[in-house]
């Protein structure tokens, strides 16, 4: 089993900055990717930001520029750092873990909501 803790998410005027966080834990095996994504109402679920075990990073083209992912490999903790929010930013943002231990895994996060208010 593999656990995420998310962490961070609450309300932020336009323009401002919130830090996402995100404690992976359990039999973890080898990860091979962290990311978040984010669902707003009445929307899909999008890729917000990703980072692989190779150092690989995608961000939505909505994010650049803006939005930084990170990780702590010997932490198993996955960041976003999130500058300039704008209230199409408000969402509820989850947490992934993909990697392999046996089989391969696939994990989310409960969510942490994330609003910006104009």
């Known amino acids: 089993q593999v656990q995420l803790v998310e962490s961070g998410g609450g309300l932020v005027q336009a323009g401002g900055s919130l830090r996402l966080s995100c404690v992976a834990s359990?039999?973890?095996?080898?990860?091979?990717?962290m990311g978040w994504y984010r669902q707003a109402p009445g929307k899909q679920r999008e890729l917000v930001a990703s980072?692989?075990?190779?150092?690989?990073?995608n961000y939505a083209d909505s994010v650049k520029g803006r939005f930084t992912i990170s990780r702590d490999n010997a932490k198993n903790t996955v960041y976003l750092q999130m500058n300039s929010l704008k209230p199409e930013d408000t969402a509820v943002y989850y947490c992934?873990?993909?990697?392999?231990?046996?089989?391969?895994?696939?994990?989310w996060g409960q969510g942490t909501q994330v609003t910006v208010s104009s």
């Open positions: 992934n873990v993909r990697g392999v231990r046996i089989f391969e895994y696939n994990y």
């Open positions: 359990g039999r973890l095996g080898s990860i091979n990717a």
């Open positions: 980072t692989s075990s190779g150092g690989s990073i």
